[in-house]
């Protein structure tokens, strides 16, 4: 008997044993995936136009019953009535995440309707701040949609959820949150708040059977970067990001970035000292 062989053939055994436990460990999804939206109800809050509204699009075309909250509501109610004139329902609430008494009162009115898997909130301001034309104003109307009126959802849906005891919190940061760029003083730093406040309720949420997700995207054609005067690279349609949304809501991803040919560039940025992130975007920037 080849005592070689045999020594290899006990061997095996082990190995594809822990090959299989790193796997389970670390290759399964963070989130239970979301594939099918057949009669999910998702209160999607930011969806005047943009991401939001394309998500919205996308969601109630898988079959999901959307609750749609936003300031304006001038575009998202030509594309309801339309919808409900081929007979699907929408649920229209008009919302300001700047008033908590609005994000309350909007909560009990979607919990009316039912069981609640998934709050999304894509509200945002941005507007192009650099430290040269310091605007307090601004910076903390930045502040008050992008991260203090994601706090108000919170307020408002978490018990929710934690009642029910399932559901998705799925939130909108920007790869602007993860390092300082220009252009970005009052909108990035939000976004950093954004991500680091997801990935802590992750972290507190997960064995209570919610799910948390956050979403990463590069630059998106929409009526806030339109303002940008420099080129944005890999720039993506609304549409096309919220396919990727839902891919990555398919696949349990916790961390959902794209379009991935320049995120994962970013994702290697932040690795980079000091010294050499500064050079660099200032060199691809110009600015």
């Not at 919990?111 to 307090?136: I, Q």
């Not at 009642?163 to 799925?170: D, E, I, M, T």
């Amino acid at each position: 008997m080849n005592l070689d062989v045999a020594k290899a053939g006990q061997d095996t055994v082990p190995v594809q044993s822990l090959k299989s436990r790193v796997k389970r460990r670390w290759g399964a999804p963070l989130n239970p995936p979301m594939a099918q939206w057949q009669g999910k109800r998702v209160w999607l809050i930011g969806a005047s136009s943009g991401i939001g509204l394309a998500c919205a699009k996308a969601l109630h075309a898988a079959g999901a019953n959307v609750v749609i909250s936003a300031r304006d509501l001038g575009v998202v109610s030509v594309w309801a009535e339309q919808s409900q004139q081929q007979g699907q329902a929408l649920t229209l609430l008009p919302l300001d995440v700047t008033d908590a008494l609005q994000v309350r009162d909007a909560m009990r009115q979607v919990a009316a309707l039912g069981p609640l898997d998934m709050v999304l909130y894509c509200a945002g301001h941005y507007r192009a701040h650099r430290a040269t034309e310091f605007d307090l104003t601004d910076m903390l109307r930045h502040q008050e949609v992008n991260y203090n009126g994601l706090l108000r959802v919170l307020d408002a849906a978490l018990p929710v959820l934690l009642q029910q005891g399932f559901g998705h919190v799925s939130v909108v940061s920007s790869v602007a949150g993860w390092r300082g760029l220009p252009n970005g003083l009052a909108y990035g730093p939000t976004k950093a708040a954004v991500t680091h406040l997801a990935e802590t309720m992750y972290m507190d949420l997960q064995d209570k059977g919610i799910g948390v997700s956050l979403i990463n995207p590069g630059f998106v054609a929409t009526p806030l970067t339109a303002q940008n005067n420099f080129q944005m690279p890999a720039l993506m349609s609304p549409e096309d990001a919220a396919k990727a949304m839902l891919q990555g809501w398919a696949e349990g991803l916790f961390d959902i970035h794209f379009p991935k040919r320049f995120t994962l560039w970013l994702k290697l940025l932040r690795l980079l000292p000091y010294r050499m992130y500064f050079a660099l975007v200032r060199r691809f920037t110009g600015l």
